[in-house]
Structure formats: C-alpha cells, structure tokens
C-alpha cells in the first residue's frame, strides 16, 4: 500500500492547475477545430489550382471537349489520408464525424485526427480511478496497477496536449516544420508507450481486469495511432496532393557538432567540471549544511515549468530514499560529487507488491532533466525480481558520467528522447528496457551474475507500433562482465512486436553466447516486424558468425542503415544537445 501512495502523486498537480490545464485543453480543441474552418478557403483554392493545372496539363484531343478530372473530394482526400494508418476504418469514421471535416488539407485532417485522440484520451485517466475504486480493498495488486495507469494516462493526455499547442501558429509561421514534426513523432510515440504501459502492469501480475481496460483503451489507442501514422507521412500525402510544402519542412539537417543539439551554452558550462559550474539554487546535504538533507525535498521545492535551468547540488553521501520529479518539473539538472561518492538507493520490488513501473530508486518525467556524476541504486536483489534504480521519461534529457546498479530492470528507459553518456550500467535480466528513443555512448555496460538457472539480457525494447520513432541505441560502449559471469548471456531479447535494438562500434567480451541475441518466448522466433543489428563491432565476443537467424535481425548494416542511430539522425541530438556541453558524437 505504500508504494501505491507514494505513486499516486505520481505527476499529479493541485485542483487549481488541473482546472486551468482543462480550460487549456478545451480551448486549444476549439482553435484545431476553427483553424481547420478557417483555412478551408485558402486550401480550397490550392487544390483548384493543382486541379486546374492537371486538367490542363493532362487533356486530349478525342474530337470534343477534353474528359474532365476526377474531383479531389474532401471524403476521397481523408480516405487517401487513413489509408496510411494501421487503423483506417477507424480514422476514417471517427475523422469524418468531426462537424470541420470537410477539407481536402492533410494539414487539418491531421489537426482534427488530434482532437478526435484528445476526446478518447480524456476518458482514461478517470475511468482508472472508478475501476480502482470497484477493486475489492483486499486486492492491494489490481489497486496499486491501476494506479500506474491512471497516472499514464494522465501522461498521454499531456503528450496531445503539447502536440496540439505546438499547433497553435503565429501569423506567417508553418503549421508544421521538420522540428515540430520530430517532436509531434516523440510525443505520440510516448502517448501510445504510456498507454502500453498500463496494460503491462495489469499484465505483470495476471489480472482478471486486463480484458476490460483493453477494450476501454481500444479507441484511443488506435486514434494515437492513426495520428503518429500521419504526422509520419504528412510530407508524402501533401506531395501526393500537389499541395504546396512548407519551406520549413524541406530545411536541411543541422551539420554534425561536438554535442546534441538540444542543448545549448549554458547547459554546456553546467556538464563541464565541477569549478566551472554556475551557483546552485539549491544544495542537499545530509550532514544539514545545504539547503536540505533529502533530494526529495530539494525536488518538492523547484517551482513548476521552469523554462530556464534549476540547478541543485547533491553533496556526498548515500541518501536512501525514493526520489520521484513529477512531469511539472522541468529543466532541473542535478550533479553530485561523483557516481560512487553521491548515490540514491532504495529497494523497491515487484515480489513485495509494487508494480516494475513504480519500483524505481529514482523516476523523472519533467522535461529536460540533466543528471551528471551521481549514483542511482536498487538493492532489493536478484531474488526479488524487477527492481528498477533510475526511470526516465523526460524528453530531451541527458545523463552524464552517471552509474547505474541492480539485477533485473536496472535502467527503465521508458520514453521520449533521452541520452547517456560516460554512465555504467550493471544488471542482469533485461537491464536496460523500455521504449524511448534513447543513445546510449561510450558507457560501459556490465551484465552480473544472475540467479541459478538464469540467463542475462542486457536489452528489451518494446516498440508497439511501427511508426514511433523509439529504439535503442548502443554506440561506442564497453561490453564487459561484472565479475564472474558464468551465466549464459546475450545482447538483448525483443519485447514487442517492432522492437529495435542496435549495437554499433562497440567493444564485445568473450562471455557473450555466440547467439548474440535470445527470443522472448523460448524457440519462438520474434516477429518478422522487429529491427535488431549490430555495425562494425569488436572483441572476442563481436563475432557474429553463430548469431540467430531471425528474418529481423541483421549481421551488418551500411553505414547509411547505421547512420540513422547516431545521436544526429535518431535523436535529433545535434539540434538540442549542443546546449549542454555533454560530449557526444553526432555521427559514425
């Protein structure tokens, strides 16, 4: 029960937010649905025109007058529209229904395939909290999962809202650019992960309720979808209907540079060393000489959105505590002393009730979160199964010179854009999973040994859709075994259907099973849908002569194939990173 609690403030904010954040909601709504009205007329004449140039480009002389053009209906244009989702039935009918879908812009059909998820979305996080209400108080599992739902639904609310507001366009401005176009590919990615995450808490522990919450989740699950398919494709379907692009959106990629791109000067100064770094707002100290003795207290007092950077200082010391930074809190960066001198830990687990989502020694979900030399631990153990020590869903973080220590579930690399630099990483069963689009660089990653008759996956991606731009990716890293590792061990398993996973340019032990890789579920070979390589590779272990034979994976890429899980191409790092002075390699 007190691990419930304890995450039911989970992201949560005061009555008087909640109301504003509604209010916002509503009326970033009303703006999709007028904005579609409005602009009917100048995308109207647009198509006219590209019709009027067809017919006039393409007539022919049979004796009479030249055989008209089919019209570009607006019930054809949204057809041709959804037939790029996974679900078109659905984006068709539910799309169609909206009173502004008579446009023939794949622009506002995109805007209103939007609201369409916003409307579903909205329902779920309070029909979790009526179902938890109805669970029989005996039944401390079903209560505390779906706790984890109603928070992840509240997230994925969040993930449309910030779509939709990136929306809202000054005079002159694009509805859509190459950088808003990247992050609507993250935010919905991260809102279909969130809903997949309560379905895998329900699942975790068999629970009778998962049938039900499925198909309360099916609506909206499939209009996220068809929306991420959109805004995947949007480029194409505006070529496709000779509507003219944006400039914005053909604007070249930022050249390669020292660092990711998300982050700028400052940022840079804060991750360089210790004597360079700017004042702290606020200093934890367990020996009273800071601020205060807990970082959770330190956390509960940054205000909410902060658009520029809050920094606080963690002294040396082991603070044993669970740290949560709700999703209101943003931009924070946090550093201590060094990762084996500042270290959080705490020893929640799955065996004693709490759900792998909520076991984490330390969670952030604000955006833009920084963390560099400090030490994130769970010692619940190898006998107690998934205990996570550090999760992340913040978009745009970084992790730098950081450690990472448990047994099974060590690092939850949950959602959004996040990068690891100089961190070491020790576990044994899937250690480092979930379903960010995350770069992992020059860190070392160390598999333990496990329980008696065990084997260690260093990975376990869990991509669900085809179209969310999430995987990992292992670049430049050190492979080695944390001690004596005499358990059978391997790179990775596939978790979900499109899980993608590559490991490139890094350095690969003996220990590793020639295998290489391991199915989720034993001799079943994962779908032909996965992604799972590995790219000039070295060490006794890189050998992939005797690796699986699954039609997924591949042996070896191009340096093309390769190119797109750099920190440039996957993460859009060389657009935010530069901005904290993290070292990095935008490419090969």
């Given amino acids: 029960m007190d691990s419930m609690k304890s995450f039911k403030g989970y992201g949560k904010v005061d009555e008087a937010e909640e109301q504003a954040f509604r209010k916002r909601t509503r009326r970033r709504l009303l703006i999709l649905a007028a904005s579609a009205a409005l602009l009917l007329a100048v995308v109207a004449a647009a198509v006219a025109g590209a019709l009027v140039h067809r017919r006039s480009g393409s007539g022919h002389d049979d004796g009479g007058s030249a055989a008209p053009a089919p019209e570009l209906t607006p019930a054809a244009t949204l057809k041709a529209v959804c037939s790029v989702t996974q679900y078109p039935d659905s984006c068709f009918s539910s799309i169609s229904a909206a009173e502004t879908a008579n446009v023939t812009d794949p622009e506002q059909l995109f805007k209103l395939s939007l609201a369409v998820a916003m409307g579903e979305l909205q329902k779920l996080p309070g029909y979790a909290d009526r179902l938890a209400s109805k669970v029989d108080a005996g039944d401390a599992r079903d209560r505390a999962a779906l706790a984890v739902c109603a928070g992840v639904f509240g997230d994925a609310v969040d993930r449309l809202n910030d779509s939709i507001a990136s929306l809202e366009v000054g005079a002159g401005d694009s509805i859509l650019s190459s950088a808003k176009i990247n992050d609507m590919k993250t935010w919905l990615s991260a809102a279909i992960t969130d809903q997949e995450t309560c379905l895998d808490s329900l699942q975790e522990i068999n629970s009778t309720l998962i049938d039900d919450v499925r198909a309360a989740m099916e609506n909206s699950t499939e209009f996220v979808s068809n929306s991420l398919a959109i805004v995947t494709r949007i480029i194409s379907l505006l070529a496709d209907f000779k509507i003219p692009i944006h400039r914005k959106l053909l604007g070249s990629s930022s050249p390669p540079s ?212 999430t995987g990992i990716s292992i670049q430049k890293c050190s492979i080695t075994a944390n001690g004596n590792v005499t358990a059978p061990t391997y790179l990775g398993r596939p978790w979900k259907d499109y899980s993608t996973t590559v490991i490139m340019q890094s350095t690969i032990d003996s220990f590793l099973n020639p295998k290489g890789w391991i199915e989720w579920v034993s001799n079943v070979d994962p779908p032909r849908t996965i992604f799972y390589a590995e790219y000039q590779n070295r060490g006794a272990g890189a050998s992939t002569a005797q690796r699986v034979t699954w039609a997924g994976y591949k042996s070896a890429l191009t340096a093309t194939e390769a190119g797109k899980f750099t920190v440039g191409s996957f993460i859009q790092g060389s657009e935010w990173l530069p901005q904290t002075s993290v070292t990095f390699d935008a490419a090969l």
């Fill in 258 to 469: 020292e660092f990711p791109s998300w982050l700028g000067a400052a940022e840079r100064r804060l991750l360089q060393d210790e004597a360079s770094a700017a004042a702290p707002h606020l200093t934890v100290a367990q020996d009273g000489s800071g601020d205060y003795k807990t970082i959770q207290e330190a956390v509960d007092a940054v205000p909410k959105k902060n658009v520029s950077r809050f920094v606080i200082y963690v002294k040396a010391g082991t603070y044993n505590e669970t740290v949560v930074l709700e999703k209101s809190k943003w931009n924070v960066m946090m550093y201590g002393d060094g990762k084996t001198k500042t270290i959080v830990t705490g020893s929640k687990n799955f065996v004693d009730g709490t759900p792998t989502f909520s076991t984490a020694t330390f969670a952030v979900a604000g955006k833009g979160f920084i963390a560099r030399d400090m030490g994130f631990v769970n010692t619940a153990g190898a006998a107690k199964h998934q205990a996570v020590a550090f999760r992340s869903g913040s978009d745009l973080s970084v992790i730098y010179r950081c450690a990472f220590d448990a047994y099974q579930d060590t690092l939850y690399a949950h959602s959004n854009r996040q990068f690891y630099r100089d961190c070491d990483v020790t576990g044994t069963i899937d250690f480092i999973f979930g379903n960010s689009a995350v770069v992992f660089q020059n860190c070392n990653i160390q598999p333990r040994q496990p329980l008696d008759n065990q084997f260690n996956t260093i990975t376990a991606q869990g991509k669900k859709d085809p179209n969310q731009n």
